[in-house]
């Protein structure tokens, strides 16, 4: 038996309150008056499709040793890098090299679901798999995807063992149906009139797909609980599950109220939705369209009951601040050319062989552990940093991505560039041992203080703009 | 411990440019300026100069590296000339090249100068981003008053000291050094201010507003040592010599280790230890008569004078409050204005506190003349709470 083992999810702190955009942007689109409620989650200024996956992909894992990680298929339209692999940036943060398949999967909104599908055919021979989907959209200002889309992600750990949601089967059509598209020449989206996508594309593309795989599954409609669709257009998914037989109440909400759209994730975030309330024998369709369309059949076991406790979409959601400073958001998106000051213009150049040399401690934040006294280090150094100690040679690999630490010194630096000033940093000490002055991120000023408890976030630090977007991710410091 | 070199060697010359911003002046007419004052002091020729020590930080955005700049501005006659760089305490570094260099018979005079020429970046503050290939990756995203900054949280929590009551602290350490600053015509900022426009300034890096922070100056200072029997023979008399030079640098453990609380500089305690060994001072709250401290920030300077076993530690902020180191106070600190006011040209700013002290002893001073100082100590600090290099010095006059 294959099937989804762990679930996770990932949605970014701020939510940006679609009333202000609106308030910012009715001048001149006023029809946009009737999307104006709810909120949409915004990536903070050092978050993009990685970042984002990383932290889903860690809620996912939830604490489990991710060594034993074979395939890992990583999802999205907004890869950060064309060439340069996304997955690989991923896997190394999660510490996983060595036997690792990873790919990256793009191109259409269902990405998501096509990276599930070859994921669970991966899965099927025992090995460890998991499938993360991320993505990150800009949109045009005062256009309505603005308002309609959210950044987000979701991860499954697929396998045999220990399933919470056993594949029924798959089925997928892949056609050229242009509802929108996204040049290389472009950083937007251009879409066709909601009518004809509507009428000739979900209407005579997804009622004969969702048929022919309750066929071949062996299902009714009636027998699914849990009827998962993305789509912009929010009568469409009650539309193609009445056409298919599907009760109404078992359409799932699209999250619009409290996070928008996340793109090519949608449909993976959905189902962690579902998957965290989910009973056994719950039978869950998922729908993944774009250029055709992905279906996917899972029926949820006992095993779910032994899923250890996960922040998972909730918790995340939950986890929010709201945004009603609308200029900030086209800030934090680079679409606003604010005077950033000499000091934003220091050059950025990676040296990619340190880089490589020390992947494990910038992308893994792996530190030392020295067999003589025990202490533990961050950096890992070739001589042990304890004044009564200092051994050479002695120490081991210490992962510290997943330790709590507290702040011990912090400031709020109004100096230095920052893309959000002041800028909060600080020494953070770990309790067995470690401690460095890290970068704080998704904090407010009354939680950075002297032994406040924080978590490791994997972070961009720096964009080298200069040379066409070189991403520097290191690990910053979050409240816990 | 080795000997050490007290009363080795004499300060025969100084020199030191105006602080400020010298739009009019790059380091080279900086260097000449310091240098003319201080060669003239000496009364001797540039060319009996045998060897010489060249401190900048920053070379960068000025000079460039190596000896080779001070060598072509001075017309010197060939002889070496070491650059020096250990962050803001290369100054100190110049002078200890130079102090070991007769201490030792290698040479009778020998020239120490620092310089910094930091006004032609075309932004306020440090020029940054000079870290090595690894730093960029990982380092926090900070400034010099951002990490001095957590010094004031980190001694608050540790001491248990009221957010009001440090702000005061560190805003009377300013408060006094303009009050001093007011009195030096060399001085980059020579205007007294208030203590209502201190506490209210605008945040550079909390707690630290614009009055915590010491001005980015350019300027140049010098030094031409040799013997106290040298010096004797050209018919000096009242002699300043050395009486201690002491350097701790970090090795990680404040960084690295959870020993350090991040309230104190580690490196400042062992190196001022040490010095006070070296100059024979067994009770320095009341043998020491005046010092020039590394007050990049007012918390710098705060702290400092605990980890120069002065005030007892946790409780330094009561004895700024109390006046203790005001101009009229027990110890005056920064009777110059310090790096706050007289200004911080890095390389040079190691050797301006010698130079006032060396003024001070020979009673010299002007306006701001101490009365009857016999012991006068410097620290110059370079780099960061957490990993950087901590110099002492302490001279006096020859028979204190």
Excluded at chain 1, 126 to 154: C, F, H, I, N, P
Excluded at chain 1, 194 to 209: L, Q, T
Excluded at chain 1, 305 to 327: I, T
Excluded at chain 1, 335 to 352: C, N, Q, S, V
């Amino acid at each position: 038996m294959v099937g989804i083992t762990a679930f996770g999810a990932y949605v970014p702190r701020l939510r940006l309150n679609r009333q202000a955009v609106y308030e910012a942007n009715k001048w001149f689109a006023p029809g946009l008056r009737g999307q104006a409620k709810g909120e949409r989650s915004m990536a903070n200024w050092d978050e993009d499709s990685i970042t984002m996956a990383v932290e889903a992909a860690r809620d996912c894992l939830n604490g489990t040793d991710p060594k034993s990680l074979k395939n890992l298929y990583f999802a999205s339209t907004t890869h950060p890098f064309k060439d340069r692999q996304n997955a690989a940036v991923i896997g190394t943060a999660l510490t996983v090299e060595q036997g690792l398949m990873a790919a990256d999967i793009g191109g259409s909104q269902k990405a998501g679901t096509s990276a599930l599908i070859a994921g669970l055919n991966a899965a099927g021979s025992g090995a460890a798999t998991m499938v993360a989907a991320a993505d990150k959209r800009l949109a045009r200002v005062a256009s309505a995807t603005e308002l309609q889309y959210g950044d987000g992600a979701a991860a499954l750990m697929l396998g045999t063992d220990n399933v919470i949601a056993k594949l029924l089967g798959t089925r997928s059509v892949s056609m050229d149906f242009v509802d929108h598209f996204r040049g290389d020449e472009s950083d937007f989206d251009y879409g066709w009139e909601e009518r004809w996508i509507r009428d000739e594309g979900y209407a005579k593309i997804v009622p004969p797909a969702i048929k022919d795989a309750l066929q071949a599954f062996g299902l009714k409609g009636a027998d699914i609980t849990h009827f998962i669709m993305p789509s912009l257009m929010g009568a469409v998914p009650k539309q193609m599950a009445k056409m298919s037989g599907i009760a109404e109440t078992a359409v799932r909400d699209l999250l619009n109220a409290t996070l928008g759209d996340t793109g090519s994730a949608h449909a993976l975030v959905m189902l962690v939705d579902a998957l965290e309330t989910a009973k056994p024998g719950d039978k869950i369709l998922v729908v993944g369209f774009g250029q055709g369309v992905d279906i996917i059949a899972l029926e949820v076991t006992a095993e779910i009951g032994k899923l250890s406790k996960r922040l998972g979409l909730s918790g995340w959601l939950a986890r929010r601040k709201e945004e009603k400073n609308y200029l900030k958001f086209l800030a934090f998106n680079e679409m606003l050319p604010l005077d950033k000051g000499m000091r934003a213009e220091f050059d950025k150049k990676t040296a990619l062989s340190v880089l490589w040399r020390k992947r494990d401690m910038i992308y893994g934040l792996v530190g030392g552990k020295c067999r003589v006294c025990g202490t533990i280090q961050f950096p890992r150094a070739q001589i042990c940093v304890n004044p009564n100690c200092h051994a050479m040679d002695s120490q081991d690999d210490y992962p510290m991505a997943g330790l709590e630490a507290s702040i011990m010194s912090f400031t709020a630096d109004s100096l230095t560039y920052s893309p959000e000033p002041p800028a909060y940093y600080g020494m953070i000490t770990f309790p067995e041992g470690g401690r460095f002055t890290a970068d704080f991120t998704d904090c407010d000023k009354e939680q950075v203080k002297v032994g406040t408890k924080m978590r490791m976030t994997f972070r961009i630090r720096d964009n080298d703009t200069m040379r066409g977007g070189f991403k520097r991710y290191f690990w910053k410091a979050a409240p816990a | 411990m080795a000997k050490g070199i007290k009363d080795k060697v004499a300060i025969l010359g100084m020199g030191c440019s105006k602080f400020g911003e010298r739009w009019d002046s790059g380091a080279e007419e900086l260097m000449v300026e310091a240098f003319k004052e201080c060669v003239a002091d000496a009364g001797i020729d540039m060319k009996q100069i045998q060897a010489a020590w060249f401190s900048t930080a920053i070379d960068e955005v000025h000079v460039g590296k190596s000896g080779v700049p001070l060598s072509v501005t001075l017309r010197l006659p060939n002889i070496p000339v070491t650059h020096v760089e250990n962050f803001c305490a290369s100054g100190t570094e110049a002078f200890r090249g130079a102090c070991y260099a007769v201490a030792s018979g290698a040479a009778d005079f020998a020239l120490a100068l620092g310089v910094e020429k930091l006004k032609d970046t075309g932004y306020g503050g440090l020029p940054g981003g000079r870290g090595g290939p690894l730093q960029a990756l990982w380092n926090a995203n900070g400034t010099a008053p951002g990490n001095f900054a957590q010094l004031a949280s980190a001694y608050m929590a540790t001491h248990n000291v009221k957010y009001d009551d440090l702000k005061r602290a560190i805003a009377h350490v300013s408060w006094k050094s303009h009050q001093n600053g007011a009195k030096n015509a060399k001085a980059h900022l020579q205007k007294a201010v208030d203590m209502d426009t201190i506490l209210n300034a605008p945040m550079i890096a909390a707690p630290l507003g614009l009055f915590d922070c010491c001005g980015v100056s350019d300027g140049a200072a010098a030094a031409i040592v040799t013997t106290p029997e040298i010096a004797k023979s050209l018919g000096k008399h009242d002699l300043i010599s050395v009486k201690a030079l002491q350097l701790a640098v970090s090795n990680g453990s404040e960084s690295g280790h959870n020993s350090w609380d991040g309230s104190y500089l580690h490196t400042t305690r062992i190196a001022s230890k040490r010095a006070y060994e070296e100059a024979g001072i067994k009770n320095p709250r009341d043998e020491v008569s005046m010092f020039e401290v590394h007050d990049c920030f007012s918390v710098t300077e705060l702290v400092t004078m605990e980890d120069l076993h002065i005030s007892e530690t946790g409780k330094g902020w009561k004895d700024v409050l109390d006046g203790f180191y005001d101009a009229d106070g027990k110890i005056p600190c920064q009777i110059d204005g310090g790096l706050k006011c007289f200004g911080h040209p890095i390389g040079a700013s190691g050797l301006r506190m010698l130079y006032e002290m060396y003024l001070q002893l020979q009673g010299k001073a002007g306006p701001r003349q101490l009365k009857d100082p016999r012991i006068g100590m410097t620290h110059n600090l370079g780099g960061l709470p957490r990993e950087n290099v901590s110099s002492v010095s302490i001279i006096g006059r020859l028979d204190a």
